[in-house]
């Protein structure tokens, strides 16, 4: 199992989008923790689970919230680059990867 280390933008994001949904209902902000979570364990004990995706990276996809987890693998840890909504532009956060 790999070590899941965030980026601080994308850290940002999740909790953005945990305190969104939470303003909607408190149940669905734990959900889309509790399912973040999971998906980054995922990619943790897994490294090569998630799907190819651009420059180098690869994703996995909670299972019910618009949101791909963006990671690099590297030796020693996943690197979550951006919890990248389906609806925003694709590859907004590929500068972040050259940092951290």
């Given at each position: 199992m790999k070590a899941v280390r965030f980026h601080d933008a994308a850290r940002a994001e999740?909790?953005?989008e945990i305190k969104y949904y939470a303003s909607i209902s408190p149940n669905l902000g734990?959900?889309?923790a509790?399912?973040?979570e999971q998906a980054t364990r995922l990619a943790s004990?897994?490294?090569d689970v998630g799907l190819p995706y651009k420059y180098?990276?690869?994703?996995v996809l909670p299972r019910k919230f618009p949101f791909s987890v963006v990671y690099l693998v590297r030796e020693s840890e996943i690197y979550v680059l951006a919890?990248?909504?389906?609806s925003r532009r694709p590859g907004y956060w590929r500068a972040r990867k050259n940092y951290g």
């Open positions: 999740l909790i953005d734990e959900r889309l509790n399912d973040i004990e897994f490294p180098g990276t690869r994703r919890l990248a909504p389906f």
